[in-house]
Every structure is written in structure tokens, then in C-alpha cells.
């Protein structure tokens, strides 16, 4: 088990940035990946960003280029840097902790952080 909790959430202007930041309550460095997705009102949760233990980072499309996810272990912190942000960013914004692969497959889930965009 592990508790993430989110933060950094809040109303921005259209080209404006925010920086989310996800805590852990234990060592990310044990999770398969971490991982940033969004829900907005209406629509399924999408994948934003996701940076596993090793290997290449992936984004979706729709953020490449303004968006950044990064990670620090020794403080058990997932950040996401996100930079001119449009309103079509307006979403509730999860952090992700993956474990194990396939049908094994464990999802950690934070409560969410709320990122408005105002045009």
C-alpha cells in the first residue's frame, strides 16, 4: 500500500504554468512507474505523463513540448511541470503509482488536484 498525496493544483490564465507535485508514503523507486493522468468533467481518464524506474518517459500527445514529468527518490516526489497551459488542460490531475505488469497489474491512485485553465 501507499498513500500519494497531490498538490500544486489551482486557476492559471491560458499560457500561464503550474507545477504539481505527488508525495508518496513509502519508496517510489519500488513502483514499476509513476505517473501523471487527468479526468475532466464528461470525458475518461487519460494518461498525461508517465516516467518509469528505468527507461524513456512518454507524454501524450496533446502536452509533448510543455509539459514535464520528473521524479526525485529521495524524496519520494513526482513532479509535474506544466507550461502554457490552454483551457482544454482544465481537469482534476492524478497521481499514479504502477505495480507489476499485465493481468498483475496494482494501481495506487492520489484523491486528485484540481488545474483550471481560464481563456
Known amino acids: 500500500q501507499v498513500q500519494l498525496v497531490e498538490s500544486g493544483g489551482g486557476l492559471v490564465q491560458a499560457g500561464g504554468s503550474l507545477r504539481l507535485s505527488c508525495a508518496a508514503s513509502?519508496?517510489?523507486?519500488?513502483?514499476?512507474?509513476m505517473g501523471w493522468y487527468r479526468q475532466a468533467p464528461g470525458k475518461q481518464r487519460e494518461l498525461v505523463a508517465r516516467?518509469?524506474?528505468?527507461?524513456?518517459?512518454n507524454y501524450a500527445d496533446s502536452v509533448k513540448g510543455r509539459f514535464t514529468i520528473s521524479r526525485d527518490n529521495a524524496k519520494n516526489t513526482v513532479y509535474l511541470q506544466m507550461n502554457s497551459l490552454k483551457p482544454e488542460d482544465t481537469a482534476v490531475y492524478y497521481c499514479?503509482?504502477?505495480?507489476?505488469?499485465?493481468?498483475?497489474?496494482?494501481?495506487?491512485w492520489g484523491q486528485g488536484t484540481q488545474v483550471t485553465v481560464s481563456s
Open positions: 499514479n503509482a504502477e505495480r507489476g505488469g499485465g493481468l498483475g497489474r496494482i494501481d495506487y
Open positions: 513509502r519508496s517510489i523507486f519500488s513502483f514499476n512507474a
Open positions: 516516467i518509469p524506474s528505468g527507461g524513456r518517459t
